[in-house]
């Protein structure tokens, strides 16, 4: 407790070993970085967010490496969190060398961090928000968010930034009819990297059919554009920065102030179940209780509707109770 | 309501009918599939359940289909719950395909079913379980779930087998250093599959060395075999096959109830996690108090702190209460 307002305020100064405690109390789940959040409420928001996901092996770090590059280069800061998809598997190892890094590198307008997400089942989205947050307080510009597995914590991940890009490749998986309609009512910018390959104008052509097929009502107007790109080579980052760009304006020029209320209700949410997981199941002794009932011969969703109808009396006796107070 | 005792009645007596409008309702977080699961309760846990899980084109359909083949040379029914990734994305082509038999094949011991996993966000690891429930009441004898996805919903699901089959193959990926720890703490078995593909042998003999330095203490006992295998020729299927009734025997001889417990521990939490959330995010208004309280300016965290401690005195004083009742 003693720690928490040295860290906000060397936060605030632009504090770079703070930032990185921060996030470590992110991932931990621990009090003190809420105590920080809350204490620089009114700074959260400034930062422009960008989700970057995509299957294993689209080449999402290399165009992330790119995007970095093209913002340093307009004298941009970047905060960059990538979620290290450790447990149970993916392909991560382009991200792995990038992590030793180690939330530093040499040019102080970047800063570097993956999110371990083991340890923290179901809270990965939860630690990754806020770790983005706290970047987004320390003031840098461009914040991305990179995951690399296709859960859906992952998707929750991507589902709060204010722009998602959804990277793919020809050859990878089965190309559109495996990817089905999920992703592309996640993208907003769609980009084909490793264009050079065979199949990648197949793969941008039934893209750009499937969009247009779905795209209507989807985003309130936004057609989601479909860009082809090859990370490796550098070909095609300043479209795939333009088409980031053009979604940016669109959003501030009329939903961004909805759109990120979503989001910001979306956070509550993930935190009120996290939260209440602890509260009940272990506080409450419920573990315990559905234990008990378990052994004895209880089918479980009787045990589960032991268990919420009890808390259904207290929350109603509890309202009840405060309205009369009233 | 009026239908489910005609539901439970035909699922006892063997109608595949019946089995398939159970799952439909666990799959939509029917109520009615509570009710039919409850009035069976007694039948739940004589099936055996193996988990089948991998990355992306690792080949687990066309050894499930192997599976599926040795079982019933044994004259062994099967029940198959094939979790359908189809959002956001994952190569599921293969599973595609046999999900257009729709539950039945022209072999009547064999019951394959997909789960979509759309539109049950967050409770994809509670229907499914719900569904292989649905399938062990109904009296298949071997319970397959294969999940194609590698995020936490699916980490779920396979955690709530008996045995734990994971698949890999030479190539996906970048082999076993993108796999990290997690995949060996769940992994039972461990099988390498398209065992005639470059690579395979150091893949075997990289995860014989991970398994020897890890497994110790992570699985009471149980060192996590390594089987090569090609399913696509029908090679190695026997050793597969061994290696699953080891790991059953080994769990009979011993920590086959303690296991049980846990797992239906953990389906309950799942199940209460989901409930509570339609509770009080939804009935009781918790949506619209957030939502006030944060165009108000308050922090998010702050946010959830007040819900939460709001719960929290309620759930004391209904505590407080009902004990002096007693």
């Excluded at 470590?24 to 003190?32: I, M, N």
């Excluded at 795209?215 to 920065?241: F, H």
Aim: contains cysteine.
């Amino acid at each position: 407790m003693s720690e928490h307002p040295g860290v906000l305020e060397r936060l605030l100064s632009g504090d770079v070993t703070a930032l990185a405690r921060a996030i470590t109390w992110a991932e931990a789940g621990d009090a003190r970085f809420q105590r920080v959040l809350s204490g620089a409420n009114e700074r959260v928001g400034k930062g422009w967010r960008v989700g970057v996901t995509g299957p294993p092996g689209a080449g999402k770090s290399t165009l992330v490496n790119e995007m970095i590059g093209a913002h340093r280069a307009a004298d941009r800061t970047v905060g960059v969190i990538a979620v290290d998809p450790s447990s149970p598997f993916t392909g991560g190892a382009l991200l792995g060398d990038r992590i030793r890094m180690d939330g530093r590198s040499s040019d102080g307008g970047v800063f570097i961090r993956s999110m371990a997400s083991r340890g923290s089942r179901g809270g990965i989205a939860r630690a990754t928000v806020d770790a983005v947050d706290a970047m987004d307080v320390f003031g840098f510009q461009e914040l991305l968010v990179e995951t690399v597995g296709v859960g859906q914590a992952e998707y929750d991940v991507v589902g709060a930034a204010d722009t998602v890009l959804v990277v793919l490749c020809p050859g990878a998986g089965d190309g559109v009819q495996a990817l089905k309609a999920g992703i592309l009512e996640v993208a907003d910018v769609l980009c084909v990297n490793k264009a050079d390959l065979p199949g990648a104008e197949r793969l941008v052509s039934d893209l750009e059919e499937a969009v247009e097929l779905r795209a209507v009502g989807l985003r309130d107007g936004w057609i989601t554009p479909v860009i082809s790109c090859s990370a490796g080579k550098a070909e095609g980052i300043a479209e795939v920065m333009s088409a980031l760009a053009s979604h940016r304006e669109w959003l501030e020029e009329g939903r961004l102030r909805e759109h990120r209320s979503v989001r910001r209700l979306a956070q509550v949410r993930r935190a009120v179940a996290e939260a209440l997981d602890v509260e009940l199941w272990e506080a409450a002794g419920w573990r315990d209780r559905a234990s008990h009932l378990l052994e004895n011969g209880k089918a479980h969703y009787d045990v589960v509707a032991d268990l919420i109808n009890g808390l259904r009396d207290a929350v109603r006796e509890k309202t009840e109770g405060s309205t009369k107070e009233r």
